[in-house]
Each structure stands twice: as structure tokens, then as C-alpha cells.
């Protein structure tokens, strides 16, 4: 049975009154007909593409036919509906995502415009502090986890020097790029990183200053990450961008750990090839 061939045949309206019929008990083609109100020639056509369908079966018992649903095709139906539905982590971030948008620009309207808002971040990554300052500031390393899920990165610079540039082009998947550039501040190595990189719009124009502080606290074999966002003059416009710093920065900070505890497992430098 092909599930998209017997929705097909379950669309039709009286297929789907026949479905409901034989979910009560076999009935024959004539008890069909009459539940119906219609013609055997007709119901019988019905009752042959429900079967092509391979949601029911036709019993041939001598002069009679019998019309039972196929209960295991049923299942099966069920089963796939079943797994459309279960939950995805994509779900929950976007509806979070949503409602971050909404408080955002709830907080913009009560507010003064430009408004600096903060966010801050922590977390513990299973790598030695050397390994996680190289790949935060080494772009070879940066563009194998710079991305929220669903993005690619097409282009990233940084680099640990006060003064230096620092750029980063994300691709969706439907084609749409997303610029964001600024330079670094502050540098103490192997322990703390200031830099801006803040979204521009098509002309090159930042739409918001977004300040990024990044401390490092190396404890044995693990690095606590402490980063710090502060972004500043956003209007009402900016919301989807400021929402989006959180989640976003989760997923950022996942694919980090991801990608230094698979370099501890294979014992190969950062900067091998994704």
C-alpha cells in the first residue's frame, strides 16, 4: 500500500463515508449501497478503487461479497500520520522564536526608541581553552560551526587583533544571504574577545550595533564560555534579528561543542575539512 495512492481514494466523500462504514463491521456490497442511499453499479465502483487503494478488502463468498476494512493498512496509515506528528526541535524554536519577536517589539513600543537590551550566555564546553579560543578566531575553524541550523556559511573573517575586520555571510536555503560586519575591540588571548558584528541591510547600512564579549574560563579539560550581547540602536524593525540573538547564539554555541568534542574523539586538528 502506498500511502499517498489510498489518501487519494480516502479523500473522495464517499469513499470516506464507505471507510466509516466498514470500520463499524463487514458489510456486504448491497448493505453498503443502501447505508449510502446509492446505486450497486456505483457503490461498487467505489468499493473496487478502495481496494486498488489497498485500504479494504472484497471477501467473494460464492454469490455474495463481503467489504471489510484492512486494519493492518489502516495502521500503517496511522503510523505515518503518527510520525508527522511528533515533535521536532525546530518546533520549539521557532514558536520560540515567535514569541521572542512579539516581547521584543512589545518592549520596543513601551520603551525608548534604540534602546540598548543585553543577553547574556553561558556554557560549558568540553574542550581545552586553547582549542575553543582557535575556534572562535581562526575563520578556517569559525565556518564549520558559525551557522544556526538551516544556514551555510558562505564567508566568515575574524581574527584575534584589535582593529581587525570582522564579517560573516550566512545562506538560507532558498538562496536569501545575510550580512553582518563590524571589527574587534578587545583582545586578551586564549581568555577574552570583544568584537562587533552587527546585520547590514542590501546597501551595507548595520540595521543594529550588536556588541559581542566573549569570555574564557579554562578548568581542566573544559572551558566555561561567557558571552555577552548588547545590542544597541534597534528600532521596532529590528525585532526578528534581536529575538533571533538567543536562539540563535544556542545553536551556535551546540554546534561549537559538537564540532570540539568530535576533534577530542578523532584526535584531528581544527581546520580539517567539514
Not at 12 to 25: D, G, K, S
Request: with cysteine; net charge negative.
Amino acid at each position: 500500500m502506498e500511502v499517498h495512492a489510498a489518501l487519494a481514494a480516502l479523500a473522495e466523500p464517499t469513499r470516506f463515508r464507505i471507510i466509516a462504514l466498514l470500520a463499524e463491521r463487514p458489510m456486504t456490497v448491497g448493505e453498503v449501497a443502501v447505508a449510502l442511499g446509492a446505486l450497486q453499479p456505483q457503490t461498487s465502483k467505489h468499493l473496487q478503487a478502495l481496494e486498488a487503494a489497498g485500504v479494504i478488502r472484497i471477501h467473494r463468498l460464492g454469490r455474495r461479497r463481503v467489504a471489510t476494512l484492512d486494519r493492518d493498512a489502516m495502521g500503517a496509515i496511522a503510523e505515518w500520520f503518527s510520525g508527522l506528528a511528533a515533535p521536532q526541535a525546530d518546533d520549539t524554536v521557532l514558536a520560540e522564536y515567535a514569541a521572542g519577536i512579539a516581547a521584543v517589539q512589545e518592549r520596543a513600543a513601551d520603551g525608548p526608541r534604540g534602546a540598548a537590551q543585553h543577553l547574556v550566555l553561558e556554557r560549558v564546553i568540553p574542550a581545552a581553552g586553547p582549542d575553543v579560543w582557535h575556534a572562535w578566531t581562526d575563520p578556517r575553524v569559525a565556518t564549520l560551526w558559525w551557522a544556526p541550523r538551516h544556514f551555510d556559511v558562505v564567508r566568515c573573517e575574524v581574527s584575534p587583533t584589535p582593529g581587525a575586520p570582522v564579517s560573516l555571510v550566512l545562506r538560507e536555503g532558498d538562496g536569501a544571504e545575510y550580512s553582518s560586519v563590524g571589527r574587534v575591540q578587545e583582545v586578551e588571548p586564549e581568555r577574552r574577545l570583544v568584537y562587533e558584528l552587527s546585520p547590514v541591510d542590501a546597501e551595507g547600512r548595520p540595521q543594529v550595533r550588536v556588541l559581542h564579549d566573549v569570555v574564557l574560563e579554562p578548568d581542566e579539560a573544559a572551558t566555561r564560555v561567557r558571552l555577552t550581547l548588547r545590542a544597541e540602536g534597534a528600532g521596532p524593525e529590528a525585532a526578528p534579528m534581536l529575538a533571533g540573538l538567543q536562539p540563535g547564539w544556542e545553536q551556535l554555541l551546540d554546534g561549537l561543542a559538537e564540532l570540539l568534542a568530535v576533534g577530542r574523539r578523532t584526535r584531528r586538528p581544527l581546520g580539517w575539512e567539514a
